[in-house]
């Protein structure tokens, strides 16, 4: 299995992340994780890490239903981002949501994959390979 620099978790969920951070960690498929509780949050990180010209993420896990940024609007901002390497980052949604309208924008938006919580190794493995 091929070995990530960075995993971005967006999710407002506090106990969510820590569990997600620690099994991602324990598997030891990437050097770094970060988190950030909300999708604006995550855009500052990558605004940032882009304009320093530094490592991007390989996957970001966002969830849909977030206070301040949603998942959605996370991702129509990130859509009109331009920068050379944005193809090579592979956006799963990390969700509980079930809601079909929710399910068709983030389609729609350019994901790689949708992965129902609670995050496991069964489906971080399976992550790795979409």
């Known amino acids: 299995m091929k070995k990530m620099t960075r995993i971005l978790l967006i999710d407002d969920d506090t106990i969510t992340n820590y569990i997600n951070e620690r099994l991602i960690t324990k598997l030891g498929i990437c050097k770094e994780v970060i988190v950030a509780h909300n999708g604006f949050e995550g855009l500052a990180w990558l605004r940032n890490i882009i ?3 530094n490592i991007l993420p390989d996957l970001i896990l966002l969830d849909i239903n977030m206070p301040v940024m949603n998942g959605i609007e ?57």
């Open 74 to 130: 996370f991702l129509d901002a990130f859509k009109k981002f331009n920068f050379k390497a944005k193809r090579a980052v592979k956006i799963l949604l990390l969700t509980t949501s079930a809601n079909s309208q929710d399910m068709e924008k983030v389609k729609a938006l350019g994901i790689n994959g949708i992965v129902n919580k609670p995050l496991t190794e069964e489906k971080i493995r399976e992550c790795l390979v979409c």
């Open 51 to 53: 304009n320093q010209n």
